[in-house]
């Protein structure tokens, strides 16, 4: 894909996306029987029928994202902001509009799914696999990843079982495994509200290299000082709706003032 208009390359386009959930709100006790007799009688108008009912998750959201950008995404708790993530990385499907995406978008965690059973020095292994990395590479930045995850900084926790490991502890590995590896589209979720003020530092400046390399980042945080220090760009969403798109301190200035955060 090419923007030819404005010399830049898209990375993400979002088209009037729509995402809609159906959440079952009906009882999950009765017979086989009784369940089978309540479809049979659904007629034409299934979810109210069936009681599930519909919550419309994203509304509408239109955007391009180009190589180079770091966007951060911000709006209150249940705004779509993960939703929204999750729909670019293809794991959910548009009620309707497109996404279109150029490159392999990449979310952080699902992408590096790791096991707790398995030690931090096997889920390198395979959250490296995962992102396409072969072995040799993996191999390679295996010494880097551990040193920038700083999790054995008080210990040998790297051969440990993940289950030993806090939450702040499996976030940062999870967010040293992805960012070794260079990405198209890498979307990372709250990956930098946990760890040490000097782990989040690293990571700003990982996020800083990785769109030196041409990917797009899209970084979602409840932090201003993280999206400022980060992102050139950011969309604002409230309740599915993107509200503003613009530069940072003209977006991120506008929501603190509407919501004195």
Known sequence: ????????????????????????????????????????????????????????????????????????????????????????????PCESGKVYTDGQPSLLGVNAALMNDLTGERNVMLGGLAMGMSREEIKERYAGIVDFSGINEKGDFISLPMRTYSSGMAARLRFSIAAAKDHDVLMIDEALATG?????????????????????????????????????RVLWLERGELLMDGPTEEVVSAYEKETGR
């Open 1 to 92: 894909m090419a923007d030819t208009t404005m010399g830049q390359v898209p990375t993400v386009i979002a088209d009037e996306v729509h995402i809609v959930y159906r959440v079952n709100t009906g009882g999950g006790k009765g017979s086989a029987t009784a369940a089978l007799s309540k479809i049979l009688r659904r007629g034409k108008n299934k979810d109210a029928s069936s009681g599930v009912r519909k919550v419309h998750a994203v509304r509408g959201v239109s955007f391009t994202a180009y190589r180079g950008e770091a966007i951060g995404l911000i709006g209150s708790n249940g705004s779509g902001k993960s939703t929204l993530l999750r729909a670019i990385a293809g794991l959910l």
């Open 196 to 232: 040490d003020r000097k782990f989040q530092i690293r990571s700003e400046e990982r996020i800083r290299e990785l769109r030196k390399e041409a990917g797009t980042v899209f970084l979602v945080s409840h932090s201003n000082k993280s999206i400022r220090d980060t992102c050139d």
